[in-house]
């Protein structure tokens, strides 16, 4: 069983920085896709980016476009979250999730859909303030 870690949440003002990890032990870490997801009190778990096997294509929500970089180091077995120019709204737990078979060694799925993914972390909370 797969069970990504992820680490680096915290406190932050509006307008900084922050940057988030997850590594995956177990099946091909790098044969699959990774997700980034996030919830915020009251509200549904929400897209947030991913990264295809290779690396080679990402995907953003347009909420995040511009400000969040999310990038791979398989040697490490790790994904990152690079988080800058942070807004209040950007306060929420964060989630990393493993791609499921869907995302084997391919740069295109549904990137969006939470049931891409079938391992997820337990979340890191990331809380913006004014």
């Known amino acids: 069983q797969v069970q990504p870690v992820e680490s680096g949440g915290g406190l932050v003002q509006a307008g900084g920085s922050l940057t988030l990890s997850c590594t995956a032990s177990?099946?091909?870490?790098?044969?699959?896709?990774m997700g980034w997801f996030r919830q915020a009190p009251g509200k549904e778990r929400e897209f947030v980016a991913a990264?295809?096997?290779?690396?080679?294509?990402?995907n953003y929500a347009d909420s995040v476009k511009g400000r969040f970089t999310v990038s791979r180091d398989n040697a490490k077995n790790t994904v990152y979250l690079q988080m800058n120019s942070l807004k209040l709204e950007d306060t929420a737990v964060y989630y990393c999730?493993?791609?499921?078979?869907?995302?084997?060694?391919?740069?295109?799925?549904?990137?969006?859909?939470?049931?891409?993914?079938?391992?997820w972390g337990q979340g890191t909370q990331v809380t913006v303030s004014s």
């Open positions: 999730a493993v791609g499921g078979r869907g995302t084997y060694l391919r740069g295109s799925y549904n990137y969006h859909d939470a049931g891409e993914y079938a391992n």
């Open positions: 177990g099946r091909t870490f790098s044969s699959y896709a």
């Open positions: 990264i295809s096997w290779s690396g080679s294509t990402t």
